[in-house]
């Protein structure tokens, strides 16, 4: 973070330290801004908009119901006390049981046990295997970080750190997959997101499920630009594009630039979009997956097609 994104007095934040801090895309930010009156920015001599802090918990309680499935109508310009109230009946708060994993999680990030959250990560993994830890664990684990961030239980700096470990944990497991000398039968398949999807998770998580069941996988990151992420299927010879959307991308952005992809590509390369962005829609030239259990099924159809 440079000296300008958290100003001295931290009464403000530039909009890319707010991005950051609540996982809202700019573009989202603004839309927001202009369509619902907030966020209620203030700005600078510069004419850029500076965030007090107070509103962040408004934009966490916002990103949890978005990512609930609330369209941004209905919740944005609401009280804190109602959207918490939304919260509770939306039932994505954590529940009494958690599982002993999210426990163990929770309390390495709180002690900031650095070489303890990766070691755990790493034998979770060896313990049930990529396909299950990516499939059955990882999501309630990326669920409960952020559950317990949006509650103020955790920093954002120990959500951010979190994100890399296990990153950086499953890119390794997948890279150790990839070299282990088992036959990659195909597809292979590049993943990526659009310029506006900063959330790279669930597209990790799709990238584990693939090199398990013997794709090569090309990763590209997140917020990659659509005429590169086009260039790059091409250069790579992918057989599949996959795209991940959380439902901060609203979906006439992601049908968009869906479009403008599809334009860009041969049709012999097949896109595929997953994700909770509740808009998109199966077409000609696009399939989408709904959720990881649709991956092994849908490569099988692929492998058929051949």
Known sequence: MTSIDL???PQVMTIAAVERDCGLPKDTLRAWERRYGFPKPQRDGN???????????TLRLLRRLVVAGHRPGQVVGRSDEELSRLLGSSGVTVTQERK??????LELLKTHDAVGLRDS???????????AFA???APGLVQAIGEAWSRGELEIHQEHFFTEQFTTVLHSAINATQGAGLPLTGPRVVFGTFPQEPHALGLIMAEAMF????????????????REIAAASQAHKADILALSFSSIIPATQATTGLNELRSLLPGSIEIWAGGTCAGLRPKAGLQVLRGLSDIKSAISAWRARQ
């Open 7 to 9: 100003l001295e007095e």
């Open 47 to 57: 004419g850029e908009r500076l965030y007090p802090v107070e509103q962040l918990v």
């Open 100 to 105: 002993p994993e999210v426990d163990l999680v």
């Open 121 to 131: 990560l790493n034998a979770m993994v060896l313990r049930v295997g990529l396909g």
């Open 135 to 137: 499939s059955v664990i």
């Open 211 to 226: 090199a398990v069941e013997g794709c090569l996988v090309i990763s590209l990151g997140v917020q990659t630009p659509i």
